[in-house]
Nanobody
Framework: QLQLVESGGGLVQPGGSLTLSCVGS????????IGWFRQAPGKEREGVSC???????YYADSVKGRFTVSRDKGRNTVYLQMTSLKPEDTAVYYC?????????WGQGTQVTVSS
């Protein structure tokens, strides 16, 4: 059974950086696109970034130029490097994999951008 576990969140000042990790266990992530989503209090979950199985990337306009998604197949891990963080980036961040029969989500990691 595939499981996804996010880590790397925390409290950071505006303009700071964080790198989130999404580690897969129970199955390889190699053949799947992995998405990063976030949900702020009182708001709907929104897509932030995605990386395809062969490394193609996508970014929401709100994070383009500030966030970078990458994957390390040897570590079965996908990363989201976040720079120039803004208070509006505050949210719980989730990674996601859409399998053949179901969608998998991690438990989320909190990112708070505040001075």
């Amino acid at each position: 059974q595939l499981q996804l576990v996010e880590s790397g969140g925390g409290l950071v000042q505006p303009g700071g950086s964080l790198t989130l990790s999404c580690v897969g266990s129970g199955n390889t992530l190699d053949y799947y696109a992995i998405g990063w989503f976030r949900q702020a209090p009182g708001k709907e979950r929104e897509g932030v970034s995605c990386i395809s199985y062969n490394g193609n990337t996508y970014y929401a306009d709100s994070v383009k130029g500030r966030f970078t998604v990458s994957r390390d197949k040897g570590r079965n891990t996908v990363y989201l490097q976040m720079t120039s963080l803004k208070p509006e980036d505050t949210a719980v961040y989730y990674c996601n994999l859409d399998g053949a029969t179901r969608s998998y989500w991690g438990q989320g990691t909190q990112v708070t951008v505040s001075s």
